[in-house]
């Protein structure tokens, strides 16, 4: 942001480490405005704003058309369609939005219109109201809701109460100067001078009344609000500047619609997705849980979002889903028939200890920890200690008209052997804290004997890859699939998990994302949508989910091929700044792109939490290589960037601390600068290809930590805020880790993607 507002970015160290986070801050202010994107009526994308609370907005830039999005245009509430959007007029003369000039902002949508009338809409963070503002307009404006059922009921004291479309709601509608209205076919009128619409609601008239004269009142201020509050989150929360425009912009916006979906439906929580996912999904909100809230700091929101879920956990004992956190959490439902959520609540439970230090969660959230592990125990482990589910109960659950799996997974799949594995690992943690050494012996000896026999159960002489589950028959079933990503942390053999990795990106990674099942099989359909078969046929056998993007690059990184992450990460912010909803990743795409065309179809929810998070997550775990340890006051850094990134800039915040760094590289050197926190901590050096290196940092107000990567050495010092230099430590390169390097380039070193069939040349992304 330094230089995002033409200010330079090489500031001297002394400057960085002592002013530059108010600089910085100051500078944002004019962020949202710069993040602001043109939308051309060929494009016409999706655009969508929520309150945080339980409402959301959804609206194309130009015509809302979308075969399936359409249907919830306009103002939605707690799974309850409010309106359908709305018609602005001019002196009886409709506005249309097809002809607009459109701009998306983080905050707010801008229409300009001939005659250089303008139209913004906010929605308005915590408020069921919108703000709909009309300039330099003449004579009268009109406003017209859309939407079966949509019908006026009164109009008194200058408001217009309107029933809803859905739910037990009133919609009021005012002038924003509270100027005379007047309601006559299907119009509401009043004097452009009005300055434009306020729009509020309520379960009742008075409530939505009283709504509204509120946003009357407070308007400028709840603007403010939303406008500050953005700009604080990417300042304090999300700060990156490389200089690259590409990433830059793509990661402030992913970071700001990743917020959005954050929200106070039923406690707090992360909302699966939009337009139809507006609930709470237990796999979903702790698969989206790191990169939505841990990383960019958000530790209160992530300790909220755990309290709130927990809640919901089955606690009779006598339940087969007894442990369980829920698969859905909705206004109307609660559902447990999902056996990946509770490990990843567990496993995620662990991470924000280890983010935030707050250890007092675990005494709270114990009770909850033992019942996860109890239930699993007693009602779903098999005698080799495999976590059995039915087919539906992974994250692959599509079925058909008669309950029958579209991609059966039953009893044991791959994933979730791996996710069973680290959900003991994790309770073991929590009991050794806890003192419980009966339990954490017990648990030890369950994750041993899962881990024991999976090489040998899930491999064979005929494959290179894992078998994707073991049947109720105890037959492996080799179907190509991307699972088995997430089953690597189970295997020893370098050699079989860069088999692995090489057969799964050659064979599911597309430049678009992930796919669900390789092209050669029979079941594979590379069109999600299609007259030919029901959708849910196509969902987890082909089409491809970009949630998956986020293990795929974390494993080809473990292998230390950056560049070939880098790819497809650089195609994701591609994505989120050029295709779908302004500034956010879909919930799946097409395998193939359609004849003629370069890119698949975006299908799917238009915007999906895990899709944007693990984008996130991995921009900081892997690429920037930030893994704290606050409860052992222990922080790692390994970074490892891209040759195209050559300048860098970043907070992050661990703990109650915040650190900055930055990063500078040509052809000769390599940099890196941290500020350090006030108090004594152990930091762990982590830079491929030098040795591990651990430096006790005692405490000293206002040090930093310098590295440099020069030639064969690794140079780590110490420094005070005068720029003195305290201590350094020269680390050589590992030859250990130069062989294991060797070895993952000779399987991995510049694999390709994998290509469509039929031949669809797509030169720009396929290289």
């Known amino acids: 942001m330094l230089q995002k507002t033409g200010i330079a970015l090489l500031l001297s160290l002394t400057t960085f480490m002592g002013n530059s986070q108010e600089t ?37 830039s130009h015509v809302t058309d979308h075969v399936e999005y359409a249907w919830f245009e306009g103002m939605n509430i707690a799974k309850n369609r409010i309106f359908g959007g709305y018609e602005l007029y001019h002196n009886q003369q409709l506005l249309s939005h097809e002809t607009a000039d459109v701009w998306v ?57 309107f029933s809803p479309m859905e739910g037990q709601y009133v919609i009021a509608v005012s002038a924003q100067k509270n100027t005379p209205v007047q309601y006559k076919n299907n119009l509401l009128s009043t004097t452009a001078s009005a300055g434009g619409f306020y729009i509020a609601v309520g379960k009742t008239q008075a409530e939505a009344t009283q709504l509204l004269q509120a946003t009357r009142k407070h308007i400028i201020d709840w603007k403010q609000q939303r406008r500050t509050a953005m700009q604080t989150f990417l300042f304090y929360n999300g700060y990156t500047y490389t200089g690259i425009d590409s990433v830059d912009k793509a990661l402030d916006w992913l970071q700001i619609t990743t917020r959005q979906l954050v929200t106070h439906q039923q406690g707090y929580g992360i909302y699966a997705g939009l337009p139809w996912f507006n609930e709470y999904w237990g796999r979903d909100e702790f698969i989206s849980l790191p990169g939505a809230t841990l990383v960019n700091g958000q530790f209160a929101v992530a300790r909220n979002i755990l309290v709130s879920f927990a809640k919901y956990q089955q606690t009779d ?19 447990y028939h999902t056996t990946d959520g509770t490990p990843r609540f567990i496993i995620q439970l662990l ?22 592990i109890a239930g699993a125990l007693k009602y779903w482990v098999d005698e080799k200690g495999y976590l059995l589910h039915e087919d539906n109960e992974t994250w692959m659950d599509a079925r058909d008209a008669n309950l029958v799996s579209y991609s059966p997974r039953g009893t044991r799949a791959n994933d979730i052997q791996a996710l069973w594995y680290h959900q003991l690992c994790a309770g073991v943690y929590f009991a050794r804290y806890m003192k419980d050494k009966s339990n954490s012996s017990r648990w030890q000896q369950a994750a041993d004997k899962v881990k024991h026999d999976f090489a040998t159960d899930f491999t064979d002489k005929e494959h290179s890859y894992l078998a994707d589950r073991l049947t109720k028959e105890n037959k492996p079933d080799f179907v190509m699939r991307p699972n088995q990503l997430f089953a690597m942390d189970m295997l020893n053999d370098t050699i079989l998990k860069n088999n692995i ?29 299609s007259p030919l078969y029901h959708k849910d046929a196509a969902y987890h056998n082909g089409t491809v989910w970009p949630w998956l993007n986020g ?4 494993r080809m990184m473990e292998a230390h091929q950056t560049e070939t992450a880098w790819k497809l990460f650089q195609h994701m912010n591609w994505q989120a700044l050029h295709l779908g909803v302004v500034g956010g990743l879909s919930e799946n795409l097409d395998a193939y792109p359609h004849p003629g065309q370069t890119w698949p179809k975006l299908t799917g929810a238009y915007l999906q939490a895990w899709s944007n998070a693990e984008q996130l997550r991995i921009w900081y775990q892997y690429f920037l290589g930030i893994h704290p340890d606050m409860p052992n006051n222990t922080l790692t850094l390994a970074p490892s960037l891209p040759n195209e990134i050559t300048h860098l800039q970043y907070f992050i915040r661990v703990g109650k601390d915040m650190i900055e ?18 108090h004594a901590m152990k930091v762990v050096v982590d830079i491929f290809p030098y040795e591990k290196t651990t430096i006790a940092i005692p405490a000293d107000r206002d040090a930093s930590l310098y590295i440099e990567q020069q030639d064969e050495v690794l140079s780590i010092s110490t420094i005070t805020h005068s720029g003195s230099n305290k201590r350094t430590i020269k680390v050589p390169v590992s030859a250990a880790r130069l062989a294991q390097q060797k070895t993952c380039d000779q399987q991995l070193a510049h694999i390709p993607f994998a290509i ?3 031949d669809i040349k797509n030169q720009q992304f396929l290289q």
């Open 24 to 60: 910085t801050l100051f500078q944002t202010c004019t962020q949202l405005d710069k993040m602001g994107m043109h939308v051309l009526r060929e494009q016409n994308r999706s655009v969508s704003y929520t309150n945080q609370e339980a409402a959301y907005y959804y609206t194309q």
């Open 105 to 161: 902002y983080p905050h707010k949508l801008l229409r300009t219109y001939t005659d250089s009338i303008q139209e913004e809409l906010w929605m308005l963070d915590g408020k069921n109201s919108l703000a709909i503002d009309i300039a330099n307009a003449t004579g009268t404006i009109g406003i017209r809701l859309k939407g079966k059922g949509v019908t006026q009921q009164a109009l008194q004291n200058n408001i217009a109460f």
């Open 317 to 335: 004992p006598h339940s087969r889903f007894f442990g369980r956190v829920p698969n859905i959490v909705n206004p109307q439902n609660i559902d």
């Open 351 to 372: 991470d924000y200890v280890k983010y935030s230090g707050d250890t007092a969660l675990i005494r709270q959230l114990y009770p909850q920890i033992k019942n996860s």
């Open 501 to 529: 990795l090489s057969q799964v990106w050659q064979q599911l990674v597309y430049p678009w994302g992930v796919s669900t099942l390789a092209q050669n099989d029979s079941s594979f359909h590379p069109y999600h949508l």
């Open 551 to 554: 293990i795929a690059m974390q």
């Open 661 to 678: 760094a930055m990063y500078n590289a040509n052809d000769e050197r390599k940099s890196y600068t941290y500020s350090l926190p006030n």
């Open 756 to 758: 469509p069939s039929p």
